[in-house]
């Protein structure tokens, strides 16, 4: 399974909630699904140092980092164009590669969206922003541009409020295959009820 993560708020995934204790949602769902006895690889977008790159354009100088779920395995960095052949042969040998996406708007980020099985929102109801919907909603059409039956699980950290209540509603109006998921309670809880949202539809449907 290719399973994208996606921050919706233009920061990190690694939010209060799980930074301290698993190092970022990814990391956590990651961990999670090896523990399971599965094979995984967390693929990691690095944001441009700015300075280094005012030159230059960071679309073409964007790295990432990869990191095999299990003892004693370290990360390393490999830049885009090595990326997708690196990711071609790891495919053959994992079971799943987690993507943690900070700028999806790149050409590479696009092509892995693309090819996911499923994409994730991690939503911050009270940072949401007009512009921040509309590049979402520009990421996930332009995904499913290649795939039109491609999922979107949208998790909210406050889905009762009238922000997030309007929210919901919204993207259920604009987009088709979608779920919500409540995310507010202890990371233990709230991991919980994401990786079965996530993991368990996929083994039923043996992706």
Request: charged share 20%; aromatic share 6%; with cysteine.
């Given at each position: 399974m290719l399973l994208s993560l996606v921050s919706a708020c233009g920061a990190s995934l690694h939010t209060s909630?799980?930074?301290?204790?698993?190092?970022?949602?990814?990391?956590?769902?990651?961990?999670?699904?090896?523990?399971?006895?599965?094979?995984?690889?967390?693929?990691?977008?690095?944001?441009?140092?700015?300075?280094?790159?005012?030159?230059?354009?960071?679309?073409?100088?964007?790295?990432?980092?990869?990191?095999?779920?299990?003892?004693?395995?370290?990360?390393?960095?490999?830049n885009s164009e090595a990326l997708m052949a690196e990711l071609a042969i790891a495919r053959q040998s994992t079971c799943d590669v987690i993507l943690e996406l900070q700028q999806a708007h790149t050409d590479v980020a696009l092509h892995l969206l693309a090819e996911s099985h499923m994409l994730v929102f991690y939503i911050q109801t009270a940072l949401w922003k007009r512009d921040r919907h509309t590049r979402m909603m520009q990421c996930i059409r332009a995904a499913r541009e290649k795939n039109q039956s491609l999922p979107v699980l949208f998790i909210l950290d406050d889905i009762n409020s009238k922000t997030g209540q309007d929210l919901v509603n919204k993207l259920a109006r604009q987009l088709h295959d979608v779920r919500f998921l409540l995310a507010n309670t202890s990371a233990d809880l709230a991991l919980a009820s994401i990786y079965k949202s996530i993991f368990l539809p996929a083994a039923l449907q043996s992706i």
């Open positions: 909630q799980y930074a301290s204790q698993y190092g970022g949602l990814a990391a956590a769902i990651a961990q999670r699904r090896a523990l399971a006895g599965r094979n995984v690889l967390l693929l990691t977008q690095c944001m441009p140092d700015k300075q280094a790159n005012q030159y230059k354009n960071p679309a073409e100088n964007r790295m990432w980092q990869t990191r095999e779920m299990k003892i004693a395995a370290t990360s390393r960095t490999v």
